[in-house]
């Protein structure tokens, strides 16, 4: 009896213990690199294996469900979130190169080049320069959407680095796949707005349109989700230099034929911008890959799928730990 109060105590003191460490409301940090200054936030213990969430277009840190982040660091892994180049709270060293969305966008639908002032690989360089600044040599990877883009050519360039890869509503840039309509593209590019006002209804108004039609939103609540975003930075100009990054991308086949990096891809059977078959070819093409398929998630973090995704990436993740140990889910 004795026995079991002792490790009853001792679960209820490691519970409370993995809360103090995991606080998602940690500071927000500024990385000085070459390009870019950085802001990043990093939740959980310097001595975990280091866990790099990468957003997709125009997210921001803040996009990653404290949630979310909480569950991953009481997985015993310490996470880094952050902003990437041109939005959030990351500045540039030097300002970036001038360019017309408007332009670039008539010379993809010509099927011409897009010339783009940074491309995915920047990106890619950006979070391993990161990595470097906070002294982790080798970490585990998840990006979600361009985020995920970002990811394949952080793997790619520097693979004895990555533990594993973890791809959420991604895609290989491959010709031929499934686009989104038309409407939802026009919702995506549409970043200018005269004030807040109405650019905090043309947030809410992307997000629902990404959303699950298994789901019904608060629009409330997406206002609110869209005024936290807004009033932390806008960039709209950023946002557009990040959609010509995307654009300016050729196929990544070739590089994913050619990855041997541990990785899991994560799709939704619903996802209205990267349809499903974005996310079986995407794992086609990577040997070695497992393949989760999640029945209604489309492309956000709505709240009745995060215990799927959880249940998806937890397992992946601490199954490829490099230190062996298997953390148990404080929950």
């Known amino acids: 009896m004795r026995v079991y109060f002792f490790i009853l105590a001792l679960l209820c003191a490691s519970s409370s213990w ?10 927000v940090q500024q990385a000085q690199l070459k390009q870019v200054s950085l802001a990043y936030q990093s939740v959980g213990r310097s001595s975990d294996p280091a866990l790099l969430l990468v957003m997709g277009l125009g ?24 902003d990437n180049r041109d939005v959030g709270l990351s500045r540039w060293n030097q300002a970036p190169a001038d360019a017309s969305l408007t332009f670039e966008l008539v010379r993809y639908r010509l099927g011409l080049s897009v010339n783009a002032p940074y491309t ?23 990006g979600v959407s361009m985020g995920g883009m970002i990811a394949q050519h952080l793997a790619a360039m520097a693979p004895e680095r990555v533990e594993s890869l973890t791809l959420i509503m991604s895609s290989s840039g491959a010709q031929g796949l499934p686009a989104p309509s038309p409407a939802l593209i026009r919702q995506l590019a549409q970043r200018s707005a005269p004030n807040r006002e109405v650019a905090i209804e043309q947030q809410a108004d992307l997000l629902a349109a990404l959303g699950s039609p298994q789901v019904h939103d608060d629009r409330q609540v997406l206002l609110q989700q869209a005024a936290a975003s807004y009033d932390r ?19 990544r086949v070739e590089l994913l034929n050619r ?32 393949l989760r398929l999640i029945p209604g998630l489309a492309h956000r973090f709505q709240e009745p799928f995060k215990g799927a995704l959880l249940a998806a990436v937890l397992p992946y993740l601490q199954s490829h730990r490099a230190d062996g140990i298997g953390h148990i889910a404080q929950r």
């Open 59 to 82: 997210g921001q840190l803040i996009h990653w469900p404290d949630e979310v982040v909480e569950a991953l660091c009481k997985q015993g892994f310490r996470v880094i979130r952050y």
């Open 233 to 251: 930075a806008f960039n709209p100009e950023g946002v557009k230099r990040q959609i010509m990054a995307i654009l300016a991308e050729p196929s």
């Open 120 to 142: 995915l690989e920047d990106m890619a360089e950006d979070g391993l320069e990161l990595m470097a600044y906070l002294d982790e040599p080798r970490f585990h990877v998840l």
């Open 18 to 27: 993995a809360a103090g460490r995991c606080d998602v409301h940690a500071p």
């Open 259 to 290: 990855l041997r990096v541990p990785t899991l891809v994560v799709h939704g059977t619903a996802d209205p911008l990267l349809p499903v078959m974005h996310g079986v070819h995407l794992a086609a093409h990577i040997q070695g890959s497992q």
